[in-house]
Structures are given as structure tokens and as C-alpha cells.
């Protein structure tokens, strides 16, 4: 990934199933991803949030010293619902704790919280708080309004894939994306566009790789993702862990077309 163009890596997010893996299992997925990315001058960014503002902030504490490491991704606290005054209150006592800044993840499918731009923008006034994955169901108000007032030195990264080239151009930094575990050359071409205002050839890309990212997505993720990669031989199993069960050999193989077409 980082050969083919990425700027670096989330170790620890949802696609790579952090929350079925043990102790042991994680410290070895940073330590493997935090070597690639010393050794290529590239970021790191851990997943490292939880439902519990104590439990976030001991597993930020534990990151200091990872090699590569720029940012601690935290996600909106899930399932208890809090309010949006308790989410940002969580989110400052993170930043407080926090041997690197945090990068928020906004996504309210899975967590049932969504955070406003707001709520967003008033977190963003800590030091510690540096940017966030929005992975708002589209470009919506809430995420032009984020967009429209963010300072320069917040980050707002695409997080829902096929609203990322929008995103960028109305003023995003980038992205975290889970499609551009396939076609990265071309997701990578694709947000270079929106940073540089080619809008056509952009656009080109997007609606090349609009296929793929629905592909993807047809069952819970990651199974299509693994069943992909395994098939590329890019991973030595394309098994998920319960409760996710493994994407159907029809749903692998439509976006193996949809991968080769847009290769």
C-alpha cells in the first residue's frame, strides 16, 4: 500500500477486525505496521477507541513510543448514546491523556452517535485534537458545514468511500479508506485529483471505482474485502471471525470483476 502511493497506514480499524482480536494479536499488528512505516518514512494512525473514556485512554497511553506513529484514531463512543456535550467531553479527556493527537471517527451507522459539525469544531479547539474521519451516509449539510469551518490546521478526512472525491474538493485533506485495500494506485490518483482541482480526470477515476466500492460492501465488511485479497493472494486466508461469517463466493467474484475492470 505504501509502495502504491498511500501515505500511511490505520493499523487497528474496523476493516482489519480489531474488535476480534486479542491483546496479544493487536500489539503484533502495530508493531508489524508501525517497522513498514519507520522504514518508509510513512504515518501511522492506530485505531484505539472505545465506549469507555477510561479504557480509550489507557489504550492511547499505550501507544507512546510506537515507532511512526502520528495519530490515535477515536471513534465516537458507541452504544451508550451519549449525549453530543458527553461525546466532546470524552473526546478532550482522551486529547488530555494522549501521548500523540487524536483524529476523531465520526460514523453514525455503526455507533449510533452522530457528532455535529458543531460538536466536531468544538472538540477541534483542543491542541491534541488534530482532524477527523467523517463518515457522515454522503456529502451532507453537517459535513459542508464541518468543511466551511475548519481551520487550516484540522484535517477532515474522507471516511465514507464513494463520497470521497466531493469531500476533497470542498476543502478535505484526504482520506481513510477501506477500498483502497484493491485498486490503491487508482484511489490514490483519484484524491491527488481532488487536492489538485482536476476535477475531470477525478471524476474519471470515481465513477471507474464507484463499482468496486459497492462490490465491496454487499456484505458486512471485511468478508468481501478478505475474500478478494485472498484470491489475489495478497492474504493467506479470506476467513473472518464470528459473528461475521465468510462473503459468498458470488459476492467475491463480482468484485474481483469489478477490481479487474477498474485495474
Known amino acids: 500500500y505504501l509502495d502504491a502511493g498511500a501515505t500511511g497506514i490505520v ?28 522504514a518508509r518514512d510513512a504515518q501511522l494512525i492506530v485505531g484505539a477507541g472505545t465506549n469507555s473514556t477510561a479504557s480509550t485512554i489507557a489504550a492511547v497511553e499505550a501507544l507512546a513510543g510506537t515507532p511512526a506513529l502520528v495519530a490515535a484514531l477515536v471513534v465516537v463512543p458507541y452504544y451508550v448514546r451519549p449525549s453530543e456535550a458527553g461525546i466532546v467531553a470524552h473526546f478532550r479527556a482522551v486529547a488530555d491523556a494522549s501521548p500523540v493527537p487524536l483524529v476523531l471517527y465520526n460514523i453514525a451507522v455503526r455507533t449510533g452517535r452522530h457528532l455535529s459539525a458543531a460538536g466536531v469544531l468544538e472538540a477541534a479547539t483542543h491542541p491534541n485534537i488534530v482532524g477527523i474521519k467523517q463518515a457522515a451516509t454522503g456529502l451532507d449539510l453537517d459535513t459542508l458545514e464541518l468543511l466551511a469551518g475548519a481551520g487550516p490546521n484540522f484535517a477532515v478526512l474522507g471516511g465514507e468511500d464513494p463520497f470521497l472525491l466531493p469531500l476533497v474538493l470542498m476543502g478535505g485533506t484526504g482520506a481513510i479508506c477501506a477500498s483502497s485495500h484493491v485498486c490503491t494506485e487508482r484511489f490514490v490518483s483519484m484524491i491527488e485529483c481532488g487536492l489538485a482541482h482536476k476535477v475531470e480526470e477525478g471524476r474519471a477515476h470515481a465513477e471507474a471505482l464507484l463499482p468496486v466500492v459497492k462490490a465491496l460492501f454487499v456484505e458486512p465488511n471485511p468478508a468481501v474485502f478478505k475474500g478478494v485479497l485472498h484470491a489475489q493472494g ?8 464470528l459473528p461475521l461469517l465468510d462473503a459468498g463466493d458470488a459476492a467475491v467474484e463480482a468484485a474481483l470483476a469489478a477490481v479487474n475492470a477498474a485495474s
Open 234 to 241: 495478497r492474504i493467506p486466508t479470506p476467513h473472518v471471525r
Open 11 to 38: 493499523a487497528l480499524g474496523t476493516t482489519g477486525e480489531s474488535t476480534a482480536l486479542t491483546a496479544d494479536e493487536k500489539r503484533a499488528v502495530i508493531s508489524a505496521c508501525a517497522e513498514a512505516c519507520a
